[in-house]
């Protein structure tokens, strides 16, 4: 009987306070989940235990399955009935499936932990999401220039790294071909950028302003030694590559790489000036999900700021709640490749979402770029 009285108040509780769960269910931390929830998203996004913890303190369980692509995450939910109860999606492809009517308003009343949340990342997602109804942010990062310090101080180009113009110019972009070029393979993003270094909507879907990009791109090709998959850092973090343009995640993940195979080469990153490309990293319930309750109660646990030090730790990538702060440690605050300094955050801008016909002429533009065919 007191078993089944203990049960049924873990009910009531989720069923109608499920913000303070936490707080008042007293869980037996040997017994196996009585339910299990379904998490959807990119691979190693989150520190593992999190989740060994979440179960810990709730009795639910978490059951993490990784999509490898945009377009597997896109096909997963139109399909309907997914069976996931929170999904992690970039900010384009949330546009999308809010467009698409597959994803369900939060009820921020479960969310307490998203009311302090980081005010400029809440603007940034307000142009994929307006009025932040359909999601939270969870992680963020930037598009930039990662780099061997050593060859690049030994140029005394330094500062050249300083703007835009060192990939947009040829004669600059020149200089630094012969020790290593190497572009990430992400066409949206440079799309955004060179519309953006041309003062055109960063956004635009007009093919004419999209052709224009393309003519900007084209001219990196004959100064690039490779257009490289993300996560493929072996050249820079091995000396074979001076300078990349790509994710800022790929500065930490260079670093590690470097520090693990005892190269000595020191790993540096800038946001040029003139206008940073902040990618979003944001949490969502479908429409369809099976525990929609447990699912706020997910995303709530995610948000608070020890939990999300804890991500940011084990993924170099900035998180949303400035309140974590305190748990971050010191040499991950002050990287600016993880936490870019103010001014860099001001100048924030965000890719678009394009639909099918501007999708294709990006992917035939692209090829057009790296291959000049």
Same mark, same amino acid.
């Given at each position: ?24 269910? *007293?869980?037996?931390?040997? &017994? %196996? ?7 959807? #998203?990119?691979?190693?996004? +989150? =520190? /593992? ?58 009820? *921020?009343?479960?969310?307490? &932990? %998203? ?7 809440? #603007?940034?997602?307000?142009? +994929? =999401? /307006? ?243």
């Amino acid at each position: 009987m007191n078993s089944l009285l203990r049960n049924l108040a873990t009910f009531l509780a989720l069923t109608f306070c499920p913000d303070t769960l936490m707080a008042q269910a *007293k869980i037996d931390r040997n &017994a %196996a989940p009585e339910k299990t929830i379904n998490l959807y #998203a990119w691979a190693d996004d +989150f =520190d /593992p235990s999190v989740f060994d913890d979440f179960t810990k303190e709730t009795g639910i369980g978490v059951a993490y399955d990784a999509y490898a692509s945009n377009e597997a995450l896109d096909a997963r939910l139109a399909a309907g009935k997914s069976g996931y109860d929170v999904v992690v999606l970039s900010g384009p492809i949330l546009q999308k499936e809010i467009a698409a009517g597959l994803l369900q308003k939060l009820d *921020k009343s479960k969310l307490p &932990a %998203a009311t302090g949340l980081w005010p400029e990342i809440t #603007a940034s997602l307000s142009a +994929f =999401d /307006p009025g932040n109804l359909y999601a939270v942010n969870y992680t963020w990062f930037t598009f930039g220039l990662t780099y061997n310090e050593e060859t690049i101080k030994a140029r005394h180009e330094e500062a050249t790294l300083s703007s835009w113009d060192a990939i947009f110019r040829p004669e600059i972009l020149k200089k630094f071909a012969d020790c290593g070029v190497e572009v990430q393979d992400s066409p949206n993003d440079l799309f955004a950028i060179a519309l953006h270094y041309l003062r055109l909507d960063p956004r635009s879907k007009s093919l004419t302003d999209l052709k224009r990009a393309s003519e900007l791109l084209y001219n990196l090709r004959r100064n690039v030694k490779k257009f490289r998959t993300p996560g493929d850092l072996a050249d820079l973090a091995g000396g074979d590559a001076c300078l990349t343009v790509g994710w800022s995640s790929d500065a930490a993940q260079a670093r590690q790489q470097a520090h693990d195979s005892e190269s000595g080469i020191a790993i540096g990153y800038v946001i040029p000036k003139g206008g940073a490309l902040v990618l979003l990293d944001n949490l969502a319930i479908p429409k369809d999900a099976p525990h929609a309750d447990e699912a706020h109660l997910l995303i709530n646990y995610l948000l608070r700021p020890d939990i999300a030090a804890r991500n940011t730790k084990a993924t170099h990538f900035a998180n949303s709640v400035p309140a974590s702060k305190p748990f971050v440690s010191q040499d991950i605050l002050t990287d600016t490749s993880i936490y870019p300094d103010p001014s860099a955050m001001k100048s924030f801008f965000n890719a678009g979402g394009y639909n099918a016909p501007e999708q294709a002429f990006i992917a035939r533009e692209w090829t057009h770029v790296k291959t000049g065919k």
